[in-house]
């Protein structure tokens, strides 16, 4: 098969990464992948995993009909039969595409909490999660497939050698976030790890690692200021934003963190925290295990000012027995091995791609489907821009608005 993979950005995050590492193991396994994409800090990465970066045509507006152009062209002059986007705007530039040739079949993946509902009803749908699968099956005409973010367990593994670029406080327990600092579903957990740590560091050697930039990292590189000028020393460490942040998981005694971001902790068999939003803390267990495996790695509590409390609650088993981290770092390293493989996530993700090229969609389904989306779309366009006329648009916005 000859694929062209979209990310919807090159910034660094879980999406994006999930795009390209998955290209690279279809790649693997014999098909002709290219990545599409703006230029940006995991275009190193596509280049290190071997594919091929081609330049994404810029439009006035995203997602744009010069895009669509664009990735037309492709198909015609490359032979592209499988145009591939992640989240929405790359989704409907390769269905507008895909609809101007019989050439191509469009794909998407939408890795955020929920999906877009002007997406055609008919196009193939790959989620993260049981319960968003769940959620939309009954609302869509075509296939809406699992596949949960994958992880690379030979890059990111336990033993690795991976000495930190930052001073680190090597008799502190190091409790570690890896994490776009985004104002939604982000910050409220990441200021209330700062606030608990600030608190534990009073009776116990303790340190906070906080790797990632975004929005909000001004206003949590000040939290973490203020909270190192009341105790004297480097209690929180807010590094800013690494290509390679597998370091920072390497020196975690703990971890915090959600979606791929979590996955990748278990990868490197560390004990994990899983971060939500409205006070949402939980350490994974056998007991809790179920729960992550339906609703995905992420979680609504009963209220911010919720958060600190549960956050302690949720370290302390870990942060007191080194025998109860050994034991969470095991659990955690068999689940990403045996259930979020990189390797067999390929598989289910070649598998749909040939169902796609296989159920190609009719003329008077697609028109109708194109009619609708393009409706939804341009009533979700205005009803963003009054929102933001009247400062109430998020700017994650369906990780905004989780199922």
Not at 114 to 138: C, E, K, N, Q, Y
Not at 196 to 202: G, P
Request: hydrophobic share 40%.
């Amino acid at each position: 098969m000859r694929i062209l993979v979209s990310p919807h950005s090159m910034e660094i995050g879980g999406s994006q990464t999930n795009a390209i590492e998955l290209a690279a193991a279809c790649r693997d396994r014999g098909h002709e992948v290219v990545v599409y994409a703006d230029p940006g800090p995991l275009s190193d990465r596509v280049h290190e995993l071997g594919l091929e970066l081609l330049p994404r045509r810029r439009a006035r507006i995203r997602p744009g009909v010069e895009t669509a152009l664009d990735l037309r062209r492709l198909v015609v002059e490359r032979g592209f039969e499988l145009l591939h986007g992640y989240e929405w705007p790359p989704i409907l530039e390769g269905y507008a595409a895909a609809r101007l040739t019989p050439r191509a079949v469009a794909v998407g993946t939408v890795m955020s909490m929920s999906v877009a509902p002007f997406l055609p009803s008919g196009l193939p749908l790959v989620v993260g999660t049981t319960r968003i699968r769940d959620h939309v099956a009954p609302r869509r005409r075509g296939e809406v497939a699992l596949l949960e973010p994958p992880v690379d367990t030979r890059l990111n593994a336990p033993g690795l050698d991976l000495p930190p670029p930052v001073e680190l406080d090597r008799d502190a327990l190091t409790v570690t976030v890896v994490s776009r600092l985004a104002q939604e579903m982000k910050l409220e957990g990441i200021l209330s790890a700062i606030r608990t740590v600030d608190r534990l560091a009073d009776v116990r050697r303790i340190q906070l690692l906080i790797v990632g930039d975004g929005p909000a990292g001004d206003q949590v590189r000040a939290a973490a200021g203020e909270v190192n000028r009341r105790h004297d020393r480097d209690v929180v460490l807010a590094v800013g934003e690494w290509p390679d942040p597998r370091w920072a998981y390497a020196a975690a005694d703990v971890c915090l963190g959600m979606g791929g971001s979590a996955l990748r902790a278990l990868a490197f068999g560390k004990p994990l925290v899983v971060q939500g939003e409205r006070g949402f803390f939980e350490l994974l267990t056998e007991t809790s295990l179920p729960t992550f495996l339906e609703q995905g790695w992420y979680g609504v509590g009963p209220g911010p000012e919720h958060g600190e409390g549960r956050l302690e609650s949720a370290l302390a088993p870990a942060l007191d027995s080194p025998a109860v981290r050994g034991e969470l770092g095991e659990l955690g390293r068999r689940l990403a091995v045996q259930r979020f493989g990189l390797d067999t996530a390929a598989g289910v993700q070649e598998r749909i791609y040939a169902d796609a090229l296989a159920g190609r969609d009719s003329l008077a389904s697609t028109v109708g489907d194109a009619l609708r989306s393009g409706v939804g779309l341009l009533d979700y366009k205005v009803r963003r821009r009054l929102d933001r006329a009247r400062g109430l648009a998020a700017r994650d916005d369906f990780n905004a608005r989780p199922v």
